[in-house]
Structure formats: structure tokens, C-alpha cells
């Protein structure tokens, strides 16, 4: 069974006055972090469950997140758990999204025209953008 905490976390933080005072502070420039779950909730679109290593992208589930990060879907615990399968199948459903794999220890900073990567660990970008071919819709 997957536990789905980021699921549980954008149900508890989205719509509620907290989540209004953080994208006040982020207008502003302020930083707002988060780790596992929380990482992985910033974005408009999260991933919640799937296989870890799965290729197959009818596993993949995806929900709507906190939205504080627009364009991406931020998987963690990414190299320990092998969840690049994972990752594919979310950008392949969702191509207009920018797939960032984060492994423990390690952080993105975004800013206005990319990222910085700051920890101990590797980030990994799933760019299906230019996507030529997918069958998804069979």
C-alpha cells in the first residue's frame, strides 16, 4: 500500500488561510521549502503513488498540488527509490510539465530562468516538451 502523503498534505494546506499567507509571501520573494512529501507538493500537479520503478504510465497517479511552483512535477527520494520510470510516465501524460527528480539531501532553488541545485545528491529533469509520438490516449 502507498501511504499518499502528499495528497494529504495539499488537502490539509490548499484552500486554507495558511495557504493564502504563503503565496502573500512568495509574491513578496520569500522562500518557501519542503522536503519528501512536501517537496513534491509544491507544484500545480504532484505525483502521489505509482510503482517506483515502473515503465508503465497507467500506474502513475497524479493530483493536484499546492501550486506555488508553476510548470514542473517534483518526484523525491528519487535515485534510493528508482523512480525514474515513475517520473517519465507523469511528463508523458503530462508534457507541458518540466519532471524534476530529487534525490535525498538534495535541493532545487528556482528562480525566474532555471534552477540551482544545492546538497549532496543529484537532480534529474524529464523534458518532454518536444515530444514527438506518444500513445497514452490508447
Not at 75 to 103: M, S, T
Request: glycine letters at 14%.
Amino acid at each position: 500500500m502507498v501511504v499518499q502523503r502528499p495528497r494529504y498534505l495539499a488537502a490539509r494546506v490548499g484552500g486554507a488561510p495558511i495557504c493564502d499567507r504563503i503565496r502573500d509571501l512568495l509574491a513578496r520573494g520569500g522562500t518557501v521549502a519542503g522536503t519528501s512529501a512536501g517537496a513534491s507538493a509544491m507544484s500545480e500537479t504532484m505525483l502521489v503513488g505509482g510503482p517506483d520503478e515502473s515503465h508503465r504510465i497507467d500506474t502513475v497517479q497524479m493530483a493536484p498540488g499546492l501550486g506555488f511552483i508553476a510548470g514542473v512535477i517534483i518526484d523525491q527520494h528519487f535515485a534510493e527509490r528508482g523512480r525514474l520510470g515513475r517520473l517519465v510516465g507523469a511528463v508523458a501524460q503530462n508534457p507541458r510539465l518540466l519532471g524534476i527528480g530529487l534525490d535525498e539531501d538534495t535541493a532545487v532553488i528556482a528562480e525566474a530562468a532555471g534552477f540551482r541545485v544545492l546538497g549532496s545528491g543529484a537532480v534529474y529533469v524529464v523534458d518532454g516538451v518536444r515530444e514527438s509520438y506518444t500513445n497514452v490516449s490508447e
